[in-house]
């Protein structure tokens, strides 16, 4: 899913939303997206107009978030948490969910760690150090 250009994950995830709404059979990678897009209502009137979803840039210097970054952020979390990797973060992630009351919500705590993690390493032109970023979501506990 990942190695596609904006505009291919963007219809990925369109089609997944699609195939949900229709009760059509979804692959697996299918069913973790629209599970997650399902838990974002205040997407659906994005992704209910296709052609702007795939083609709207999106300016953080102006307020406005990107609902792909963040969805893609839920399922970069949902992966890690699934592989325990970086090892360790499972446990972390538990603790965070008793802590935050659901699991929504404790990913949307880890979010802040994994941008960072990932803003650093791409400034850098380096993979994101694991070890930095698990430091960084244990400070969270």
Same mark, same amino acid.
Request: with cysteine; charged share 30%.
């Given at each position: 899913?990942?190695? @596609?250009?904006?505009?291919e &994950?963007?219809? *990925?995830?369109?089609?997944?939303?699609?195939?949900?709404?229709? $009760?059509?059979? &979804?692959?697996p990678?299918?069913? &973790?997206? $629209?599970a997650?897009?399902?838990?974002?209502?205040?997407?659906?009137?994005i992704l $209910?107009?296709?052609?702007?979803?795939?083609?709207?840039?999106?300016?953080?210097?102006?307020?406005?978030?990107?609902? *792909?970054?963040?969805?893609?952020?839920?399922?970069?979390?949902?992966?890690?948490i699934?592989?325990?990797?970086p090892?360790?973060?499972?446990?972390?992630?538990?603790?965070?969910?008793?802590?935050?009351?659901?699991?929504?919500?404790?990913?949307?705590?880890?979010?802040?760690?994994?941008?960072?993690?990932l803003?650093? $390493?791409?400034?850098?032109?380096?993979?994101?150090?694991?070890? @930095?970023?698990?430091?960084?979501?244990?400070? &969270?506990?």
């Amino acid at each position: 899913m990942y190695g @596609r250009n904006r505009n291919e &994950l963007r219809q *990925f995830y369109l089609d997944a939303w699609r195939k949900h709404r229709d $009760a059509q059979p &979804l692959e697996p990678l299918e069913q &973790l997206v $629209a599970a997650v897009i399902a838990q974002h209502p205040e997407y659906h009137a994005i992704l $209910a107009r296709p052609e702007a979803a795939i083609e709207r840039d999106y300016a953080p210097e102006i307020g406005e978030s990107n609902p *792909f970054l963040h969805m893609g952020m839920h399922i970069t979390l949902h992966e890690q948490i699934t592989t325990d990797r970086p090892a360790g973060i499972g446990p972390v992630y538990r603790r965070l969910v008793m802590r935050a009351g659901n699991e929504h919500d404790a990913e949307h705590l880890m979010m802040e760690c994994l941008g960072e993690t990932l803003w650093e $390493a791409n400034r850098g032109g380096t993979a994101p150090d694991e070890r @930095r970023y698990l430091e960084g979501l244990k400070r &969270l506990l």
